[in-house]
């Protein structure tokens, strides 16, 4: 399995950005899909985008479309969710996840790996 490190979270105003990173090691990254979730206190944690092995197929939660860019360069082992127009609803911790099962919409990592997170808050 490949090990996740996540950064680049923080405290942001609505509206605002924030771009967060993940980083790999262990495995050939390339074989891997991965993907963003994210988890709000009190509610179960919900699929925000995955990318296919090459990067060329991305997928979104329907509440971030339009609005998150999920991206990946594999020469340096590293996912990174670009996140604009920011709400204070997109607030929780933030996980990167990686898996050789095929990318989709609504995708698990089915027997991957998960980082342990990064918090986001969206102040109103």
């Known amino acids: 399995q490949v090990q996740l490190v996540e950064s680049g979270g923080g405290l942001v105003q609505a509206g605002g950005s924030l771009r967060l990173s993940c980083a790999a090691s262990?495995?050939?990254?390339?074989?891997?899909?991965a993907g963003w979730f994210r988890q709000a206190p009190g509610k179960e944690r919900e699929f925000v985008a995955a990318?296919?092995?090459?990067?060329?197929?991305?997928y979104y939660g329907d509440s971030v479309k339009g609005r998150f860019t999920i991206s990946r360069d594999n020469a340096k082992n590293t996912v990174h969710l670009q996140m604009n127009s920011l709400k204070p609803e997109d607030t929780g911790v933030y996980y990167c996840a990686a898996s050789r099962n095929k990318a989709a919409s609504s995708w698990y990592p089915i027997g991957g790996s998960w980082g342990q997170g990064t918090q986001v808050t969206v102040s109103s």
């Open positions: 262990g495995r050939t990254f390339s074989d891997y899909a």
């Open positions: 990318i296919s092995w090459g990067g060329a197929f991305t």
